[in-house]
């Protein structure tokens, strides 16, 4: 999903956003002969995600300079460590250290988060797994932060699988109700599961116990309790007996998903893990050359 032409894509608008005549600072203050080192170095523990995107912003703005990746995606690292290290012309090491720091922070910022809520259900079966609430352009590298910080990926778009939520199920029974073609829940989502390629998968989210039954009989293949308490989530996954996958969604937090996960759901979404993961703290130390 994360590929580089994506990559060069969204980072050389992000550049052409930040100097789009160029940098009139390097450019009247650094002499165009001047050479300069930066080490990306933390300032607090994290998880390492978007290497390749930090090294294209300095890519794309001079191709001579050079960045070496000193850990790997995914790492840990410790406050101090170095993250990488940039040389090249002076100029453009200055003139593209914003955006690839910015981000370089934001993906370390989501894959650090993802992993804290991995480490708290390490001890179960339950997989952590993002939503569609991404920066709208940008959920492919977030996606690929979540990947970083062990989590895994939902459905990347509305196009990859179908995924019924409360008001899907309100337009669909009404719809049929009143073209009076079916009477029941079940039955409609049979009959758009008929109307499906067979390889698509279905996804149903439920608010409350009493509708589990009527999305297993349509041979749904993923169901959603949305919102339930932690002894409603309990006799949920009882009354599924692996029928189904099993989604947990609503109300999860850090101090909640432990809680969430042992009551034996397959999947715990989090939509915390895009939407409101802040932006890791590092920084690019740089040291200039005289020409």
Do not use: C
């Not at 599961?193 to 009527?214: F, S």
Request: proline letters at 3%; hydrophobic letters at 45%.
């Amino acid at each position: 999903m994360l590929n580089r032409a994506t990559i060069d894509r969204v980072v050389a608008a992000a550049l052409e956003e930040d100097a789009p005549w160029g940098d009139l600072t390097s450019e009247y203050l650094i002499v165009e002969t001047a050479s300069a080192r930066a080490d990306l170095v933390a300032r607090e523990r994290g998880v390492f995600s978007g290497g390749e995107v930090f090294a294209a912003a300095f890519r794309l703005t001079d191709p001579r300079i050079e960045v070496q990746l000193v850990v790997e995606d995914g790492e840990w690292f410790e406050p101090g460590a170095v993250l990488a290290v940039v040389t090249g012309p002076a100029r453009g090491v200055l003139t593209a250290e914003r955006v690839g720091l910015n981000f370089v922070q934001r993906m370390s910022g989501t894959a650090t988060l993802t992993g804290q809520y991995v480490a708290e259900v390490v001890h179960t079966k339950a997989r952590i797994a993002d939503t569609r609430k991404t920066t709208p352009g940008l959920r492919a590298f977030e996606r690929k932060a979540v990947r970083d910080g062990g989590g895994r990926n939902h459905r990347h778009s509305l196009s990859d699988a179908v995924m019924a939520k409360d008001n899907h199920l309100a337009v669909l029974t009404r719809s049929a109700i009143d073209g009076g073609w079916v009477a029941t829940l079940t039955d409609a989502l049979r009959a758009a599961k008929n109307r499906l390629p067979h390889t698509a998968h279905v996804e149903v989210e439920v608010d409350r116990l009493e509708q589990i039954e009527p999305v297993l009989a349509a041979g749904i293949g993923t169901i959603m309790l949305d919102n339930f308490s932690l002894d409603e989530l309990r006799a949920g996954v009882a009354q599924v007996a692996g029928r189904a996958t099993v989604e947990a969604s609503g109300g999860v937090s850090l101090e909640t998903v432990r809680a969430i996960a042992e009551t034996g759901v397959d999947v715990i979404s989090v939509g915390a893990l895009t939407h409101s993961a802040r932006a890791l703290d590092l920084g690019l130390d740089v040291r200039i050359d005289a020409p």
